[in-house]
């Protein structure tokens, strides 16, 4: 070969040009991010439309169902789903992936806009946004202490996040805990009412009093001025000193009838640390940026806030979570067991070869190829995240295989006599068809991974094109570096200490043992070669038949993080006070548990997805931080079943335990739809459902979107009446406002902020606050709501969700420990299907609909990786019947990938199903390296069958044991990893160590048997 004749002859150049590619390697890895995952563009589309004071059902019929009708046939639509709450209707469009997000985004904008029209008068215009699934939290930040809360808030929104939300790479800073400081004008109902004054009087006075007009520009000796009005506020005491009427001789000025003072808007929300009030932040990072970057530049702009002393000193700032650390330390993880993989497969070639200069060599390939891949994915601009990090785990194991091979061919041929060089040029090229296959193997499995075309198919391209990669440059290190270090280093007889010389001698006489063991059971076994393959495949069916049903599916590992996200939800009528009181008591509980180590809490908004409600002050979220998994005796699973169980005991509300999902927030495993007409009916099967699901004690934290309808007052006008007295029915909506929440009259000026002007009643308790309420007339008499209007008690929906255009309810679930996914599922759709009445239907969505989608473009995958495999061998070997007989190490390698699973206790992932792909390009490796033998020994010495594939199989017997070796305890740093983000990396890994164990084992015997017997001499077919 040119490449190996120019390395072994020229290897300064070489070397130098393999310097360079070393070089731009390391120049690329300090250009490399680190991310959590790959971003992936998936093209969502959201509609976001405000109704004031629409209950659910009109939002349904006047907007929801108008919206739909108007974007369902557009091109590449895959999913319509709208959330109809008070006020608001959320609908959001999911297309194919594929589709250009922005050219979608302005044909559902066109669409829409052609509805508006058909919109009841008050609809506000919808806002249509591109949802990117890439930007989320990525730091959690906590701001406490002993100044009032709303000060807190107050520094929090306007000084802390305007540092932080002006840093690279971030999208947003959201901030829950608390509301916006304003000036509020608390009118005394008592007084108001002695001086014969409505709250519109206050109004209309504040409104025509504090404003700005331009009033245009004049010129004087050669020059222009601006002319302006300005009749705002200018100081707080102008506010309170505002006159409102003339008394006689008197003035009533503001103060005389109200309290002036600057205070928060109602709250909403309220936050926790550790049990004390805090205001909660969060850093939504920009889609395209780099998280760790994010994390640090925000980090460091706190750093700067507290050096420089811009934090008031009564304010504390802990960062309670951030992705930051946990990418950090995945990514360290990561490369201790790539460094553990390298220096294990160093010592077992060094046990093979015996010789520290021969395993060097192997050993320096594996950091070389690694290196030089950084240039590759930093040209396609991958960051090192969980796919890329997976493919370079892997690569321990695939890179060894074809060095080995070179390299202890080389040794042959030293050690025959030729001179190290000659050596290193003969024993290359020898092996140049078996390595060059090996090599290629793995590349054409990567190809179909590379084409998937589902959501989980993207995640995984960015591994395919890094493992073609760094196979690709493996393939042209074994023909350039490892001959040509081998022609420099190598030597026919090295010196060894007495230690060596007995460790060599022991070591050949163990190893002579088990190789005369191979080939005396091969030769018997080849007596018989059929009913060993019937033994041997029997068996495998059997445990097979066994294992595999025991396994299951499911979709991706969840990572331990040391985090759990608890949400809580009571009764609808709940207020913020009785939330707040209740799951103070249940965080307080928590935090007394072992392993728990700080606890965030918020009130009144969640982390929901889609069909959940996310925002009222019925709900809570409490986060937990818990020890990290090296510190502990608990595994993930046991501290969420603690959880659990330490909140059974909670009445008269819903509770559910989730780890954080890899795109932020917390999704449950299993969601389902119910999908029919009458809404009532599907709260029934809904219902129905969650009892039968109970039933069957294989679920955890079971939820669903059916919820009890909302206390309601509806204040319905006497129009008549109304008429009467000349107050118009808006008038008499406006007073009741400001009697209740209050209203915006304007706005008051301190230096560069802006502070809403409220005017709003002294708060009472319950309904008097309504039923006291008390206005003026036009002739100044008082008068009652009760009089004017009709008080009527009633409720209505929290939400009503829909999907492709129908009302649905949805489920969701978390499958019980050791019950696979796929069992889940399996067990739902019997309990469900079984009650489902005509007319209604139900559908696995979210995960389970991502999974179903990733096993269909698997299955694909592995079909078209095994006819490419066949068709390349084929090609290689020139032959259509031997690729077939090398193709039998794949059931054998199933079998031992489904039982690697079921001993660890793991289903099969989608890093499992991975595993699986690349099994197949790995597996066939050993045989292609004995067949090629075997033509090579038929070719040249005229051997029978039967008597080349024995002599191959034994000579080969060697390399095949070390390599396998090397692959398998290359990989078991991966596999068994207990790290953080370990998780995604082992599910890989225990299924490609099982399938290289158990096919290494069986096709020593299985493909040599089975060419013996199906594979006849051209004399003997003759005859």
């Known amino acids: 070969m040119i490449l190996t004749n120019f390395s072994v002859k020229r290897p300064i150049a070489m070397f ?63 999913h319509i789903d709208s959330t109809c709450m008070e006020n608001m209707c959320l609908t959001i469009l999911e297309f194919q992936l594929g589709v250009d997000v922005d050219v979608a985004g302005t044909d559902v904008r066109e669409q829409v806009n052609l509805v508006l029209d058909d919109f009841p008068q008050g609809v506000e215009s919808p806002k249509i946004l591109k949802f990117d699934i890439n930007s989320k939290p990525v730091v959690t930040m906590l701001l406490y202490g002993d100044m009032p809360l709303d000060q807190i808030y107050d520094y929090a929104e306007n000084k802390f996040s ?99 003072k600057f205070q928060s808007k109602k709250k909403r929300t309220l936050a926790f640390y550790n049990g004390q009030p805090a205001v909660n932040v969060k850093i939504i990072k920009k889609g395209e940026a780099n998280s760790v970057k994010v994390v640090n530049r925000v980090k460091d702009a706190v750093k700067e806030l507290q050096l420089s002393n811009s934090v008031p000193g009564g304010i504390k700032i802990v960062n309670f979570a951030d992705d930051g650390e946990f990418i950090q330390a995945s990514v360290d993880d990561a ?3 790539i460094f553990l993989g390298i220096i294990l497969t160093g010592i077992i070639l060094f046990l093979f070869l015996h010789e520290i200069r021969s395993t060097i060599i192997v050993v320096i390939t594996i950091p070389v190829s690694i290196i030089m891949v950084f240039a590759v994915m930093n040209f396609f601009g991958f960051t090192f995240n969980n796919s890329t990090l997976l493919a370079l785990g892997t690569s321990v194991g695939v890179l060894v295989t074809n060095s080995i091979v070179v390299i202890e061919n080389i040794m042959i041929k030293i050690h025959s006599g030729l001179k190290p060089k000659e050596g290193a040029i003969v024993g290359t090229n020898q092996v140049f068809i078996p390595v060059l296959a090996s090599a290629l193997t793995n590349v054409v499995v990567f190809l179909p991974i590379a084409m998937m075309s589902t959501i989980v198919g993207k995640y995984f391209v960015p591994f395919a094109i890094t493992m073609t990669g760094i196979t690709i440059i493996s393939l042209f290190i074994s023909f350039t570096l490892t001959p040509m270090l081998a022609g420099l280093l190598l030597r026919d007889k090295m010196k060894h200490n007495w230690i060596m010389r007995l460790y060599t001698t022991s070591w050949n006489f163990l190893y002579n043992l088990v190789e005369k063991f191979y080939k005396i059971t091969l030769t018997w076994t080849a007596k018989f070669p059929l009913i060993f393959i019937i033994i041997v495949f029997a068996t495998l069916f059997s445990l097979g038949a066994f294992i595999i049903p025991k396994v299951g599916m499911s979709f991706f590992p969840d990572n331990d993080r040391g985090e759990f996200i608890i949400k809580v939800e009571y009764p609808t009528n709940y207020n913020l006070q009785t939330s707040t ?5 249940i ?12 606890t965030s809490m918020v009130i009144g908004k969640v982390q929901g997805v889609i069909g959940q409600v996310s ?25 969420k079943e603690m959880l659990r169980e330490h909140l059974s005991d909670n009445i008269n509300c819903i509770v559910t335990v989730n780890v954080p999902g890899m795109v932020g927030g917390a999704e449950s495993n299993i969601t389902l739809k119910i999908s029919g007409e009458n809404l009532e009916e599907l709260n029934r099967l809904g219902l129905k459902s969650i009892e039968n699901s109970l039933r069957t004690d294989k679920f955890s934290d079971i939820d669903s979107s059916i919820r009890a309808e909302k206390p309601e007052i509806k204040i319905l006008p006497k129009k008549a009446i109304l008429n009467d007295i ?41 309904e008097k606050q309504i039923k006291e309420f008390i206005f003026m007339s036009k002739n100044g008499k008082p008068l009652s709501i009760e009089t004017v209007a009709q008080l009527k008690e009633s409720s209505i929906p929290i939400q009503i969700s829909r999907s492709e255009k129908k009302r649905i309810i949805k489920l969701f679930a978390n499958q019980k420990e050791r019950i696979a996914l796929s069992d889940g599922i399996n067990v739902l759709d019997k309990e469900i299907n079984e009650i489902l009445p005509s007319g209604y239907s139900m559908q696995f969505t979210g995960k389970i609909e991502k999974m179903a989608d990733a096993q269909q473009d698997f299955m694909q995958a592995i079909i078209i990786a095994a006819i490419l495999t066949y068709l390349l061998i084929a090609g290689i070997l020139e032959s259509w019947s031997l690729p077939f007989i090398i193709l039998l190490t794949l059931p054998l390698a199933v079998v031992g990938l489904f ?50 594939m024995l002599e191959s199989a034994i000579e080969k017997f060697q390399p095949i044991v070390m390599t396998s070796l090397a692959a398998i305890i290359g990989m078991l740093p991966m596999a068994l990893g207990n790290g953080l983000g370990s998780e995604l990396r082992s599910s890989c890994g225990i299924t490609v160590v099982g399938g290289l164990l158990t096919s290494t084992l069986l096709s020593l015997y299985i493909i040599p048997l089975v060419y013996i017997k199906f594979v006849k001499n051209k004399k003997e077919v003759a005859k």
């Open 726 to 766: 000349g107050i118009p029915s808006d008038m008499l909506g406006l007073l009741l406002r400001t009697n209740i929440e209050g209203t915006e009259v304007g706005s008051y000026k301190i230096g560069d902020r802006s502070l809403d002007i409220r005017v709003k009643f002294k708060e009472k308790k319950g």
């Open 162 to 260: 305007d540092q932080l939300s002006v840093q690279k790479g971030v999208a947003e800073v959201q901030i829950a805990g608390g509301e916006t400081l304003e000036v509020q004008i608390i009118i005394n109902r008592e007084n108001l009412s002695a001086y014969g004054l409505n709250s519109l009087d206050i109004i209309n006075s504040l409104s025509e009093d504090n404003k700005k007009i331009p009033s245009g520009n004049i010129s004087r000796y050669g020059e222009e001025l601006s002319i302006s009005f300005d009749s705002e506020f200018k100081d707080f005491q102008d506010i309170k000193n505002k006159e409102i009427k003339t008394l006689g001789k008197g003035r009533l000025y503001l103060k005389d009838i109200a309290d002036v």
């Open 581 to 585: 009181k209740r799951t103070l008591e």
């Open 16 to 78: 130098a040009f393999i310097i360079v590619l070393i070089l731009a390697g390391l120049n690329s890895y300090n250009k490399i991010g680190l991310n959590n995952m790959p971003d992936i563009e998936v093209p969502y589309i959201t509609i976001t439309t405000i109704y004031p004071g629409a209950s659910p059902e009109e939002v349904e019929v006047d907007v929801a169902k108008k919206i739909e009708d108007a974007v369902s046939n557009l091109d590449g639509i895959k």
């Open 335 to 337: 490369w201790s067991s």
């Open 615 to 639: 925002e009222g002050v019925h709900l809570a979220e409490i986060t937990v931080k818990t020890t990290q998994k090296k510190d502990r005796i608990q595994t993930m699973n046991e501290l």
């Open 899 to 948: 039982t690697g699973l079921y001993l660890t206790g793991q289903a099969l992932s989608m890093m499992g199903l991975l595993g699986a792909v690349m099994l197949i390009g790995i597996v066939v490796n050993n045989a292609i390296l004995v067949i090629d033998n075997v033509m090579h020994l038929r070719k040249n010495k005229g051997l029978n069958p039967k008597e080349a």
């Open 587 to 598: 965080e307080k509980g928590i935090r007394k548990l072992s392993e728990v180590l700080s």
